[in-house]
Protein backbone atom coordinates (compact mmCIF):
# COMPACT_ATOMS: atom_id res chain seq x y z
CA UNK A 1 0.00 0.00 0.00
CA UNK A 2 1.54 3.37 -1.05
CA UNK A 3 1.84 6.04 1.44
CA UNK A 4 -0.30 8.88 1.00
CA UNK A 5 0.89 12.08 2.65
CA UNK A 6 -2.00 14.70 4.03
CA UNK A 7 0.39 16.74 5.63
CA UNK A 8 0.37 20.66 5.81
CA UNK A 9 3.70 22.17 6.70
CA UNK A 10 2.64 25.04 7.09
CA UNK A 11 0.36 24.44 10.04
CA UNK A 12 2.25 23.43 12.99
CA UNK A 13 -0.41 21.67 15.23
CA UNK A 14 1.55 20.70 18.03
CA UNK A 15 4.86 21.79 19.44
CA UNK A 16 6.59 20.15 22.05
CA UNK A 17 9.14 21.69 23.39
CA UNK A 18 12.65 20.86 25.80
CA UNK A 19 10.14 18.42 28.32
CA UNK A 20 11.60 17.18 31.30
CA UNK A 21 9.66 14.44 33.25
CA UNK A 22 11.34 13.03 36.61
CA UNK A 23 9.84 10.87 38.81
CA UNK A 24 11.96 11.75 42.20
CA UNK A 25 15.92 10.79 40.69
CA UNK A 26 14.46 9.79 37.68
CA UNK A 27 14.42 11.45 34.74
CA UNK A 28 11.95 9.73 31.81
CA UNK A 29 12.06 12.68 29.80
CA UNK A 30 14.99 14.70 29.50
CA UNK A 31 14.39 17.74 27.37
CA UNK A 32 12.49 16.22 24.61
CA UNK A 33 10.94 18.25 21.22
CA UNK A 34 8.56 17.90 19.01
CA UNK A 35 6.90 19.02 16.39
CA UNK A 36 3.63 17.78 14.73
CA UNK A 37 1.88 18.99 11.88
CA UNK A 38 -1.60 19.31 10.40
CA UNK A 39 -2.75 16.19 8.23
CA UNK A 40 0.88 14.38 9.33
CA UNK A 41 1.60 10.86 10.56
CA UNK A 42 4.47 11.30 13.59
CA UNK A 43 6.01 8.42 14.31
CA UNK A 44 7.70 8.32 17.52
CA UNK A 45 10.99 5.65 17.85
CA UNK A 46 12.47 4.49 21.08
CA UNK A 47 13.89 1.16 22.75
CA UNK A 48 11.40 0.00 25.33
CA UNK A 49 11.70 2.13 28.40
CA UNK A 50 13.20 5.28 26.22
CA UNK A 51 10.24 7.51 27.91
CA UNK A 52 7.74 7.21 24.60
CA UNK A 53 5.53 6.68 26.27
CA UNK A 54 6.04 9.01 29.46
CA UNK A 55 6.37 11.88 26.58
CA UNK A 56 2.72 11.20 25.05
CA UNK A 57 1.49 10.94 28.71
CA UNK A 58 2.44 14.55 29.17
CA UNK A 59 0.94 15.80 26.40
CA UNK A 60 -2.38 13.89 26.63
CA UNK A 61 -2.85 15.14 30.07
CA UNK A 62 -1.88 12.32 32.22
CA UNK A 63 1.24 13.71 33.78
CA UNK A 64 2.82 17.00 34.34
CA UNK A 65 6.00 18.32 33.21
CA UNK A 66 8.59 18.88 35.56
CA UNK A 67 9.74 21.37 32.91
CA UNK A 68 9.17 22.85 29.59
CA UNK A 69 6.35 24.01 27.26
CA UNK A 70 4.06 22.63 25.13
CA UNK A 71 2.03 25.15 22.25
CA UNK A 72 -1.07 23.42 20.57
CA UNK A 73 -2.05 25.53 17.60
CA UNK A 74 0.60 27.87 18.84
CA UNK A 75 -1.07 28.82 22.06
CA UNK A 76 0.85 27.49 25.01
CA UNK A 77 -1.07 25.45 27.14
CA UNK A 78 -0.76 23.49 30.15
CA UNK A 79 -2.74 20.71 31.27
CA UNK A 80 -4.20 19.03 34.95
CA UNK A 81 -6.18 16.82 33.62
CA UNK A 82 -6.61 14.00 29.98
CA UNK A 83 -10.15 15.44 30.19
CA UNK A 84 -8.12 19.35 29.45
CA UNK A 85 -6.52 17.97 26.58
CA UNK A 86 -9.29 16.22 25.01
CA UNK A 87 -11.30 19.18 25.18
CA UNK A 88 -7.98 21.07 23.40
CA UNK A 89 -8.20 17.93 20.62
CA UNK A 90 -5.66 15.70 22.09
CA UNK A 91 -6.79 12.06 22.77
CA UNK A 92 -4.77 8.92 23.20
CA UNK A 93 -5.44 5.46 22.49
CA UNK A 94 -3.10 3.70 24.91
CA UNK A 95 -1.72 0.15 24.10
CA UNK A 96 -3.83 -1.81 27.20
CA UNK A 97 -7.54 -1.01 26.25
CA UNK A 98 -9.40 1.18 28.59
CA UNK A 99 -12.99 -0.63 27.55
CA UNK A 100 -15.54 -2.21 29.88
CA UNK A 101 -16.52 -5.66 28.73
CA UNK A 102 -20.06 -6.13 29.51
CA UNK A 103 -21.14 -2.91 28.10
CA UNK A 104 -21.94 -2.27 24.17
CA UNK A 105 -19.61 -0.23 21.11
CA UNK A 106 -22.05 2.46 22.18
CA UNK A 107 -22.26 2.55 25.74
CA UNK A 108 -18.72 2.67 25.99
CA UNK A 109 -18.25 5.22 23.25
CA UNK A 110 -20.31 7.92 25.34
CA UNK A 111 -19.05 7.26 28.83
CA UNK A 112 -18.92 10.10 30.78
CA UNK A 113 -20.31 12.17 27.74
CA UNK A 114 -23.54 10.33 27.52
CA UNK A 115 -26.59 12.95 25.69
CA UNK A 116 -29.46 13.50 27.40
CA UNK A 117 -32.67 13.94 26.54
CA UNK A 118 -34.75 15.38 29.80
CA UNK A 119 -33.29 13.03 31.90
CA UNK A 120 -33.20 9.75 29.99
CA UNK A 121 -29.69 8.82 28.09
CA UNK A 122 -30.24 9.27 24.22
CA UNK A 123 -29.28 6.22 23.55
CA UNK A 124 -30.63 6.61 19.65
CA UNK A 125 -29.17 9.56 18.96
CA UNK A 126 -25.97 8.21 20.42
CA UNK A 127 -26.08 5.25 18.36
CA UNK A 128 -26.36 7.47 15.23
CA UNK A 129 -23.24 9.85 15.68
CA UNK A 130 -21.33 6.31 16.50
CA UNK A 131 -22.72 4.81 13.61
CA UNK A 132 -21.82 8.10 11.24
CA UNK A 133 -17.97 8.09 12.66
CA UNK A 134 -17.43 4.70 11.92
CA UNK A 135 -18.32 5.07 8.40
CA UNK A 136 -17.09 8.24 7.75
CA UNK A 137 -13.83 6.77 8.42
CA UNK A 138 -14.38 3.43 7.37
CA UNK A 139 -14.30 1.12 10.05
CA UNK A 140 -16.94 -1.04 10.25
CA UNK A 141 -18.02 -1.74 14.11
CA UNK A 142 -21.15 -2.82 14.83
CA UNK A 143 -22.43 -0.76 17.86
CA UNK A 144 -24.75 -2.65 19.28
CA UNK A 145 -22.21 -5.27 20.28
CA UNK A 146 -20.61 -6.11 23.37
CA UNK A 147 -17.23 -5.18 24.18
CA UNK A 148 -16.44 -8.72 25.19
CA UNK A 149 -17.84 -10.51 21.84
CA UNK A 150 -15.36 -8.44 19.40
CA UNK A 151 -11.69 -9.30 17.98
CA UNK A 152 -8.98 -7.55 19.46
CA UNK A 153 -8.67 -5.65 16.23
CA UNK A 154 -12.22 -4.34 17.00
CA UNK A 155 -12.06 -3.13 20.31
CA UNK A 156 -8.66 -0.70 18.85
CA UNK A 157 -11.79 0.67 16.87
CA UNK A 158 -13.62 1.61 19.52
CA UNK A 159 -10.97 3.25 21.42
CA UNK A 160 -10.15 5.41 18.17
CA UNK A 161 -13.98 6.18 17.79
CA UNK A 162 -14.18 6.86 21.45
CA UNK A 163 -11.54 9.99 21.09
CA UNK A 164 -13.10 10.98 18.23
CA UNK A 165 -16.44 10.98 19.25
CA UNK A 166 -14.97 13.54 22.02
CA UNK A 167 -14.00 16.14 19.61
CA UNK A 168 -10.12 14.72 18.48
CA UNK A 169 -8.27 16.90 15.86
CA UNK A 170 -4.73 14.74 17.21
CA UNK A 171 -4.74 11.54 17.91
CA UNK A 172 -2.05 9.42 19.96
CA UNK A 173 -1.30 5.60 19.02
CA UNK A 174 0.45 3.96 21.57
CA UNK A 175 1.72 0.38 20.16
CA UNK A 176 -1.13 0.55 18.17
CA UNK A 177 -0.07 -2.95 16.53
CA UNK A 178 1.10 -4.93 18.96
CA UNK A 179 -1.41 -7.79 19.61
CA UNK A 180 -3.02 -7.09 15.83
CA UNK A 181 -3.12 -10.06 12.87
CA UNK A 182 -1.26 -8.75 9.59
CA UNK A 183 -4.75 -7.90 8.16
CA UNK A 184 -6.30 -6.10 11.10
CA UNK A 185 -3.12 -4.10 11.11
CA UNK A 186 -3.50 -3.64 7.28
CA UNK A 187 -7.14 -2.54 8.25
CA UNK A 188 -5.67 -0.07 10.64
CA UNK A 189 -3.26 1.71 8.13
CA UNK A 190 -6.34 1.78 6.03
CA UNK A 191 -8.04 3.99 9.00
CA UNK A 192 -4.94 6.10 9.97
CA UNK A 193 -4.77 7.12 5.88
CA UNK A 194 -8.50 7.84 6.40
CA UNK A 195 -7.41 10.26 9.16
CA UNK A 196 -5.03 12.21 7.99
CA UNK A 197 -7.19 12.47 4.56
CA UNK A 198 -9.66 14.48 6.80
CA UNK A 199 -7.29 16.55 8.35
CA UNK A 200 -6.63 14.78 11.86
CA UNK A 201 -3.02 14.45 12.50
CA UNK A 202 -1.58 11.33 14.35
CA UNK A 203 0.80 10.44 16.48
CA UNK A 204 2.12 6.95 16.27
CA UNK A 205 4.83 4.90 19.19
CA UNK A 206 6.11 2.23 17.92
CA UNK A 207 8.99 0.49 17.30
CA UNK A 208 8.25 -1.11 14.18
CA UNK A 209 10.12 0.01 11.73
CA UNK A 210 8.19 -1.53 8.49
CA UNK A 211 5.12 0.26 9.86
CA UNK A 212 6.80 3.53 9.83
CA UNK A 213 8.43 3.46 6.45
CA UNK A 214 4.54 2.47 5.44
CA UNK A 215 2.55 4.99 7.26
CA UNK A 216 4.96 8.19 8.67
CA UNK A 217 5.81 11.62 6.73
CA UNK A 218 8.26 12.20 9.64
CA UNK A 219 9.89 10.50 13.17
CA UNK A 220 11.30 11.52 16.08
CA UNK A 221 13.60 9.42 17.69
CA UNK A 222 14.34 9.14 21.14
CA UNK A 223 16.79 7.48 23.34
CA UNK A 224 17.25 6.92 27.07
CA UNK A 225 15.15 9.71 27.73
CA UNK A 226 16.82 12.19 25.15
CA UNK A 227 15.82 13.39 22.33
CA UNK A 228 17.83 12.55 19.56
CA UNK A 229 16.65 13.63 16.03
CA UNK A 230 13.50 14.10 13.56
CA UNK A 231 14.09 13.05 9.93
CA UNK A 232 12.10 12.52 7.21
CA UNK A 233 10.64 9.11 6.69
CA UNK A 234 11.22 8.79 2.88
CA UNK A 235 15.27 10.20 3.58
CA UNK A 236 15.98 6.97 5.26
CA UNK A 237 15.75 3.48 5.72
CA UNK A 238 15.11 0.73 8.13
CA UNK A 239 19.00 -0.06 9.31
CA UNK A 240 19.35 3.80 9.70
CA UNK A 241 16.27 4.20 11.92
CA UNK A 242 17.29 1.07 13.68
CA UNK A 243 20.63 2.23 14.32
CA UNK A 244 19.61 5.81 15.82
CA UNK A 245 17.84 4.17 17.75
CA UNK A 246 19.45 1.45 19.58
CA UNK A 247 22.77 3.44 18.89
CA UNK A 248 24.23 0.66 17.24
CA UNK A 249 23.93 -1.41 14.19
CA UNK A 250 21.54 -3.77 14.35
CA UNK A 251 21.33 -7.49 12.64
CA UNK A 252 18.06 -8.56 11.15
CA UNK A 253 18.92 -11.95 10.29
CA UNK A 254 18.79 -15.12 12.71
CA UNK A 255 22.46 -16.52 12.86
CA UNK A 256 21.46 -20.55 12.57
CA UNK A 257 23.52 -23.06 12.54
CA UNK A 258 22.84 -26.32 11.35
CA UNK A 259 21.46 -29.08 13.91
CA UNK A 260 20.04 -32.98 13.35
CA UNK A 261 16.52 -32.90 15.32
CA UNK A 262 16.80 -35.47 17.86
CA UNK A 263 14.06 -37.77 19.94
CA UNK A 264 10.43 -36.36 20.45
CA UNK A 265 10.09 -33.97 23.47
CA UNK A 266 6.55 -33.16 23.27
CA UNK A 267 3.83 -35.71 21.84
CA UNK A 268 0.19 -34.35 21.01
CA UNK A 269 -1.97 -36.35 19.56
CA UNK A 270 -6.16 -36.04 18.55
CA UNK A 271 -6.47 -33.18 21.25
CA UNK A 272 -9.73 -32.31 21.68
CA UNK A 273 -10.84 -28.87 23.56
CA UNK A 274 -13.56 -26.20 23.78
CA UNK A 275 -12.98 -22.79 23.94
CA UNK A 276 -14.25 -20.14 27.25
CA UNK A 277 -17.35 -20.27 24.99
CA UNK A 278 -17.56 -23.88 25.55
CA UNK A 279 -17.51 -24.38 21.71
CA UNK A 280 -14.79 -26.79 20.24
CA UNK A 281 -11.94 -25.18 18.88
CA UNK A 282 -9.20 -27.92 19.05
CA UNK A 283 -10.52 -30.44 16.62
CA UNK A 284 -8.28 -33.76 16.88
CA UNK A 285 -5.07 -31.50 17.19
CA UNK A 286 -1.77 -33.61 16.52
CA UNK A 287 2.04 -32.00 16.62
CA UNK A 288 5.51 -32.99 17.94
CA UNK A 289 8.35 -31.41 18.76
CA UNK A 290 11.86 -32.97 18.93
CA UNK A 291 15.23 -32.08 20.50
CA UNK A 292 16.98 -29.56 18.87
CA UNK A 293 15.07 -27.78 16.80
CA UNK A 294 12.37 -25.13 16.80
CA UNK A 295 9.04 -25.45 15.52
CA UNK A 296 7.44 -22.26 14.63
CA UNK A 297 3.41 -22.41 14.87
CA UNK A 298 1.72 -20.20 12.41
CA UNK A 299 -1.86 -19.02 12.48
CA UNK A 300 -4.28 -16.24 13.16
CA UNK A 301 -5.32 -15.27 16.21
CA UNK A 302 -8.10 -17.34 17.28
CA UNK A 303 -7.28 -20.65 15.90
CA UNK A 304 -6.66 -22.69 18.91
CA UNK A 305 -3.20 -21.58 20.22
CA UNK A 306 -4.13 -19.88 23.47
CA UNK A 307 -6.09 -22.96 24.01
CA UNK A 308 -3.63 -25.30 22.92
CA UNK A 309 -0.88 -23.34 25.31
CA UNK A 310 -2.60 -23.22 28.20
CA UNK A 311 -3.37 -26.83 28.28
CA UNK A 312 0.50 -27.90 27.65
CA UNK A 313 1.25 -25.84 30.84
CA UNK A 314 -1.52 -26.84 32.77
CA UNK A 315 -3.90 -23.73 32.99
CA UNK A 316 -6.76 -25.37 30.96
CA UNK A 317 -8.32 -29.26 30.49
CA UNK A 318 -8.65 -30.66 27.05
CA UNK A 319 -11.68 -33.25 26.79
CA UNK A 320 -9.28 -35.70 25.48
CA UNK A 321 -6.62 -36.57 23.90
CA UNK A 322 -2.40 -37.65 24.37
CA UNK A 323 -0.05 -35.04 25.71
CA UNK A 324 3.19 -36.71 26.39
CA UNK A 325 6.93 -34.72 27.19
CA UNK A 326 10.20 -37.58 26.95
CA UNK A 327 7.34 -40.33 27.09
CA UNK A 328 5.62 -38.83 30.21
CA UNK A 329 1.89 -38.04 30.41
CA UNK A 330 1.06 -34.82 31.13
CA UNK A 331 -2.57 -34.95 30.11
CA UNK A 332 -4.73 -32.17 31.83
CA UNK A 333 -1.97 -32.55 34.70
CA UNK A 334 -1.42 -28.58 37.17
CA UNK A 335 0.99 -26.32 36.31
CA UNK A 336 2.94 -27.59 38.56
CA UNK A 337 3.39 -31.05 37.63
CA UNK A 338 3.75 -29.39 33.90
CA UNK A 339 7.23 -27.46 34.74
CA UNK A 340 8.18 -30.34 36.97
CA UNK A 341 7.94 -32.98 33.84
CA UNK A 342 10.28 -29.95 32.09
CA UNK A 343 8.01 -27.65 30.47
CA UNK A 344 8.61 -23.76 30.89
CA UNK A 345 6.91 -21.48 28.98
CA UNK A 346 7.28 -17.64 27.98
CA UNK A 347 3.33 -16.77 28.06
CA UNK A 348 1.34 -14.28 26.00
CA UNK A 349 -0.14 -12.16 28.41
CA UNK A 350 2.58 -11.57 30.84
CA UNK A 351 0.81 -9.38 33.34
CA UNK A 352 -1.86 -11.89 33.86
CA UNK A 353 0.22 -15.15 33.86
CA UNK A 354 3.99 -14.12 33.32
CA UNK A 355 4.41 -11.90 36.32
CA UNK A 356 2.84 -11.03 39.71
CA UNK A 357 3.36 -6.50 39.20
CA UNK A 358 3.38 -5.55 42.81
CA UNK A 359 5.85 -8.29 43.56
CA UNK A 360 9.96 -7.25 43.47
CA UNK A 361 11.73 -8.03 40.30
CA UNK A 362 13.99 -10.26 42.38
CA UNK A 363 10.58 -12.28 43.95
CA UNK A 364 9.97 -12.63 40.05
CA UNK A 365 12.74 -14.46 38.62
CA UNK A 366 12.95 -17.19 41.70
CA UNK A 367 8.58 -17.76 41.75
CA UNK A 368 8.58 -21.55 40.39
CA UNK A 369 11.97 -22.12 43.33
CA UNK A 370 11.43 -20.11 45.94
CA UNK A 371 11.19 -23.51 48.39
CA UNK A 372 14.90 -24.34 47.05
CA UNK A 373 18.20 -24.34 47.53
CA UNK A 374 20.18 -21.30 47.23
CA UNK A 375 16.64 -19.22 48.16
CA UNK A 376 15.59 -20.52 50.78
CA UNK A 377 16.23 -22.84 53.84
CA UNK A 378 13.71 -24.47 56.20
CA UNK A 379 11.14 -22.23 54.45
CA UNK A 380 13.10 -18.99 55.60
CA UNK A 381 13.82 -16.78 52.04
CA UNK A 382 17.85 -16.16 51.84
CA UNK A 383 17.48 -12.88 50.44
CA UNK A 384 21.14 -12.16 49.65
CA UNK A 385 21.05 -14.96 47.21
CA UNK A 386 17.95 -13.69 45.89
CA UNK A 387 19.35 -10.13 45.18
CA UNK A 388 22.51 -11.71 43.66
CA UNK A 389 20.51 -13.95 41.29
CA UNK A 390 18.42 -11.07 40.23
CA UNK A 391 21.40 -9.15 39.73
CA UNK A 392 23.20 -11.34 37.71
CA UNK A 393 20.62 -11.65 35.43
CA UNK A 394 19.38 -8.13 34.98
CA UNK A 395 22.81 -7.70 33.94
CA UNK A 396 22.90 -10.93 31.45
CA UNK A 397 19.14 -9.70 30.23
CA UNK A 398 19.84 -5.81 29.68
CA UNK A 399 16.87 -5.58 32.08
CA UNK A 400 16.38 -1.85 32.41
CA UNK A 401 16.66 0.48 34.80
CA UNK A 402 19.75 -1.65 36.34
CA UNK A 403 19.94 -1.48 40.01
CA UNK A 404 16.24 -2.09 40.30
CA UNK A 405 16.30 -5.32 41.75
CA UNK A 406 13.67 -4.51 44.83
CA UNK A 407 11.29 -2.41 42.31
CA UNK A 408 7.86 -3.93 42.01
CA UNK A 409 8.14 -5.26 38.22
CA UNK A 410 4.63 -3.40 37.59
CA UNK A 411 6.95 -0.08 37.52
CA UNK A 412 9.04 -1.50 34.52
CA UNK A 413 8.44 -0.62 30.92
CA UNK A 414 6.54 -3.49 29.16
CA UNK A 415 9.64 -4.69 27.12
CA UNK A 416 11.46 -4.86 30.38
CA UNK A 417 8.64 -7.07 31.96
CA UNK A 418 8.99 -8.81 29.05
CA UNK A 419 12.58 -9.24 29.67
CA UNK A 420 12.68 -10.57 33.26
CA UNK A 421 10.17 -13.22 32.19
CA UNK A 422 12.36 -14.58 29.74
CA UNK A 423 15.58 -14.61 32.37
CA UNK A 424 13.49 -16.56 33.88
CA UNK A 425 12.44 -19.26 31.93
CA UNK A 426 15.82 -19.51 29.93
CA UNK A 427 17.40 -20.41 33.30
CA UNK A 428 14.73 -22.43 33.99
CA UNK A 429 16.71 -24.79 31.74
CA UNK A 430 13.70 -27.43 30.81
CA UNK A 431 13.56 -29.93 28.08
CA UNK A 432 10.37 -27.75 26.57
CA UNK A 433 10.23 -24.22 25.93
CA UNK A 434 7.02 -22.70 24.69
CA UNK A 435 7.49 -19.35 23.54
CA UNK A 436 4.33 -16.87 23.18
CA UNK A 437 4.84 -13.69 20.73
CA UNK A 438 8.18 -13.59 22.59
CA UNK A 439 9.17 -10.33 21.59
CA UNK A 440 5.47 -8.92 21.17
CA UNK A 441 6.17 -5.08 22.41
CA UNK A 442 9.83 -5.21 22.21
CA UNK A 443 12.12 -2.82 20.08
CA UNK A 444 14.79 -4.16 17.39
CA UNK A 445 17.56 -4.57 19.64
CA UNK A 446 15.17 -6.74 21.98
CA UNK A 447 14.26 -8.57 19.44
CA UNK A 448 17.69 -9.24 18.10
CA UNK A 449 18.77 -10.44 22.12
CA UNK A 450 15.24 -12.66 22.33
CA UNK A 451 15.55 -14.29 19.43
CA UNK A 452 19.54 -15.24 20.13
CA UNK A 453 18.50 -17.08 23.18
CA UNK A 454 15.68 -18.93 21.69
CA UNK A 455 18.33 -20.43 19.47
CA UNK A 456 20.35 -21.22 21.95
CA UNK A 457 18.01 -23.14 23.59
CA UNK A 458 17.84 -24.95 20.64
CA UNK A 459 21.74 -25.41 20.24
CA UNK A 460 21.76 -26.49 23.53
CA UNK A 461 19.46 -29.85 22.47
CA UNK A 462 15.91 -28.24 23.59
CA UNK A 463 12.73 -28.14 22.35
CA UNK A 464 11.64 -24.77 21.31
CA UNK A 465 7.83 -24.36 20.39
CA UNK A 466 7.50 -20.80 18.83
CA UNK A 467 3.98 -19.80 18.75
CA UNK A 468 3.64 -16.04 17.00
CA UNK A 469 1.70 -13.96 14.98
CA UNK A 470 4.81 -12.07 13.51
CA UNK A 471 5.14 -14.27 10.44
CA UNK A 472 8.32 -12.62 10.28
CA UNK A 473 9.67 -14.36 13.67
CA UNK A 474 8.11 -17.40 12.63
CA UNK A 475 9.96 -17.84 9.24
CA UNK A 476 13.40 -16.49 10.35
CA UNK A 477 13.42 -18.79 13.86
CA UNK A 478 11.79 -21.72 12.88
CA UNK A 479 13.38 -25.09 11.79
CA UNK A 480 9.76 -26.33 10.77
CA UNK A 481 6.84 -24.40 10.14
CA UNK A 482 3.39 -26.00 11.32
CA UNK A 483 0.54 -23.66 10.23
CA UNK A 484 -2.88 -24.37 12.35
CA UNK A 485 -6.10 -23.21 11.49
CA UNK A 486 -9.90 -23.92 12.55
CA UNK A 487 -8.12 -26.14 15.30
CA UNK A 488 -6.01 -28.64 13.14
CA UNK A 489 -2.46 -28.36 11.54
CA UNK A 490 -3.31 -28.04 7.55
CA UNK A 491 0.47 -27.63 6.23
CA UNK A 492 3.84 -28.12 7.52
CA UNK A 493 7.08 -26.43 5.60
CA UNK A 494 10.67 -26.21 6.79
CA UNK A 495 11.79 -23.46 7.76
CA UNK A 496 14.29 -22.55 4.99
CA UNK A 497 11.63 -23.17 1.87
CA UNK A 498 9.06 -21.02 3.83
CA UNK A 499 7.24 -18.07 1.39
CA UNK A 500 5.48 -15.65 3.27
CA UNK A 501 2.59 -15.64 0.73
CA UNK A 502 1.85 -19.67 0.69
CA UNK A 503 1.98 -19.49 4.41
CA UNK A 504 -1.06 -16.81 4.36
CA UNK A 505 -2.87 -18.87 1.71
CA UNK A 506 -2.42 -21.34 4.67
CA UNK A 507 -3.11 -19.41 7.55
CA UNK A 508 -6.32 -18.35 5.94
CA UNK A 509 -7.25 -21.97 5.56
CA UNK A 510 -5.96 -22.54 1.77
CA UNK A 511 -3.87 -25.16 0.44
CA UNK A 512 -0.05 -25.05 -0.23
CA UNK A 513 1.28 -25.91 -3.84
CA UNK A 514 2.53 -28.91 -4.45
Given at each position: ?G?V ?21 FT???H ?73 V ?30 R ?36 L ?46 TI ?73 V ?16 L ?42 L ?6 E ?27 A ?37 N ?7 V ?36 E ?41
Amino acid sequence: MGRVSHMDESTVVIRMKDIVKKFGDFTANDHINLTVHKGEVHAILGENGAGKSTMMNVLCGLYKPTSGQIFINEKEVSFSSPKEAIDIGIGMVHQHFMLIQPFTVTENIILGMEPVRGLVIDKDTARKKVLELSERYNMKVDPDAKIEDISVGMQQRVEILKVLYRGADTLILDEPTASLTPQEIEGLMEIIKNLTADGKSVILITHKLKEITATSDNCTIIRQGKYICTVKVDEVDVNELAAMMVGRDVNFTVEKKEMTPGENVLEVKKLHAKDYRNVEILKGFSLNVRKGEIVGLAGVDGNGQTELVEILTGLRHAESGEVRVLGKDIFNKSPAETFAAGVSSIPADRQKHGLILDFSNEDNMIVQHFLEEPFSSKGILNRKAIRAHATKLMEKFDVRPRGSEGAPTGTLSGGNQQKVIIAREVTNDKELLIAVNPTRGLDVGAIEFVHKYLVEQRNKNCAVLLVSFELDEIMSLSDRIEVIFDGQITGSVSGKDADEKELGIMMAGGKKHE
